[in-house]
């Protein structure tokens, strides 16, 4: 397994930007597929992206294509996720993931199996 931490969230306005960061320890990281979930209040953990352990192919959830963009750095053992255009529905704890395993079938939380343990994002009108 890996272990994850994430980093990046805050208080930002609507219409901003932010990138958050999720670092990964352990020396099998470019092997992994990595992925991105939120989870508002109230509401459960949705997909938002994920991106295949060779940096480029990557896929989103239709709600946030064109604003958000998943990439990630083998090299610092750490994936990011931008996020543009800020809306005050984007407000949730946004969780970094990982797993063996990729597909843009798998967008469940089931079907990844490191979690972190999430950074805040609020948006405000």
């Known amino acids: 397994q890996v272990q994850l931490v994430e980093s990046g969230g805050g208080l930002v306005q609507a219409g901003g930007s932010l990138r958050l960061s999720c670092a990964a320890s352990?020396?099998?990281?470019?092997?992994?597929?990595m992925g991105w979930f939120r989870q508002a209040p109230g509401k459960e953990r949705e997909f938002v992206a994920a991106i295949h352990w060779n940096a480029v192919t990557r896929y989103y959830d239709d709600s946030v294509k064109g604003r958000f963009t998943i990439s990630r750095d083998n090299a610092k053992n750490t994936v990011y996720l931008q996020i543009n255009s800020l809306k005050p529905e984007d407000t949730a704890v946004y969780y970094c993931a990982a797993d063996r395993n990729f597909g843009s079938n798998r967008k469940r939380s089931a079907d990844f199996g490191s979690w972190g343990q999430g950074t805040q994002v609020t948006v405000s009108s």
């Open positions: 352990g020396r099998t990281f470019s092997s992994y597929a």
